[in-house]
């Protein structure tokens, strides 16, 4: 049985060094018993103590580091079987399957690879490249593998999977020479040869089987052979066999501590051959439990899609995404351009800037400190009121940046107009549209 935040704290040697990374041995304790960090942080814990907290020092569901040039993909240390009870810690990788047989594969990485969007402010890009051999174990297949990641790795620095047999891998893999990439895949037939490649060269290793019940068995023999780094590919038929199997090991793992099935899990929705189809795998797949997700098809818009439903998944419900507090330049404004009001939520704040921008017109954005609440969730919870929004004007020293005092409130608090007249006598206070995408045509009417 997993031993509790106390019980864990009373095995530690309670010096409080801080090297673990923690002000004290009770909160790397408390930690150390929500499964979020490794006992190995802890640079003091005697070997006696070690023993004693094997089981609660590994984490569920472990984690898996694919790491090349110094980029890094992490799948694992999950807690929680649902984001609201915690949050999910390691968003899956997003890779993208090239075949070394490919006549155009220079193209496909380099535009995959190329491939940046900004979402409220974040850049999101693909994550990686799986590598596949041509199908039969000849020396010449080995040879186009090991081409083939040679030039991949002229294109990209991003980490890689390589997927192929024990007698075609090692070729990719010493072309990868110093990396620690992933290889698929290991099964009943070929488990040795593959848990060997893995283990000679600090691989991580796919295992599949027909069922869980085969998977437990192969990844016990496969640990016996010194392989701790696996990921499960769990196969099924269709996407609800998928759910049924990743839901299944998901809650093994986390509810009944099933050490053999706590790896993450790899979904390739390009098996079913239509791009349409893919898409949609690929999105069940972000959404339950899959810690790397391996594309054939590479779209700008589905690749889009697939991201920023893996950011609004991942993103922690218990932090909201925000932007700094400050005075934003818009446009390139100058002493008479106007002074708008929002709160430091990034969408709310990225909807506004956007309607501004997309305008033309310059104004200077003022963001308020409201803990990454939107305007009325702000409002409502006493996090953007009059006294906040002038703190705001104060503290940014607005007044030495515009000829006329005059600050435009969300029309969603216009109640708070007359509040904020107190707060700043000498000021001009307006109510602006309830909805950014009116700001346009107010600026330009009524300012």
Known sequence: MALSGIQIYKLLPHTNCKECGFPTCLAFAMKLAAKQVELSACPYVSEESKKQLAESAAPPVRLISLKANGTEVKAGNEVVMFRHEKT?????????????????????????????????????????????????????????LGAAVKTVRSISKRPLILI????????????????????YAADNSNWEAMAELAAKYKAALVVKGESLEELAELTQKIQAKGVEDMVLDLGGKNMGEWLSRSTQVRRLALKANFRALGYPVIAFPGN??????????????????????????????????????????????????QVLPGIYEINNPTADSPALVTTNFSITYFSVANEVEGSGQPAWLIVTDAEGMSVLTAWAAGKFDAERIAKAVKEFDLASKISKKRIVLPGHVAVLSGELEEELPDWEIRVGPREAVDLPAFMKQAL
Do not use: H, W
């Not at 174990?137 to 040879?143: I, L």
């Not at 024990?166 to 110093?178: D, I, K, N, W, Y």
């Not at 959404?287 to 922690?316: H, M, Q, S, W």
């Open 88 to 144: 999910f810690y390691n968003k899956p990788g997003l890779f993208v399957r090239v075949k070394a047989s490919d006549a155009d594969i220079s193209r496909k990485v380099a535009e995959a690879d190329a491939y940046t969007v900004n979402y409220v402010g974040m850049d999101f890009t693909i994550d990686g490249f799986a590598v596949e051999a041509d199908g039969d174990a000849s020396t010449s297949s080995a040879q186009s």
């Open 164 to 183: 192929g047999d024990p007698a075609t891998l090692p070729a990719g893999l010493e072309a990868c020479s110093g990396e620690a990439p992933m290889i």
């Open 272 to 321: 079913v051959g239509d791009p349409a189809r893919e898409s949609v795998y690929a999105a069940q797949a972000i959404a339950k439990y899959a810690g790397f997700v391996v594309l054939d098809t590479f779209a700008p818009e589905l690749a889009y899609a697939l991201l920023v439903l893996r950011e609004n998944i991942y993103t922690d419900p218990q932090k909201p995404i």
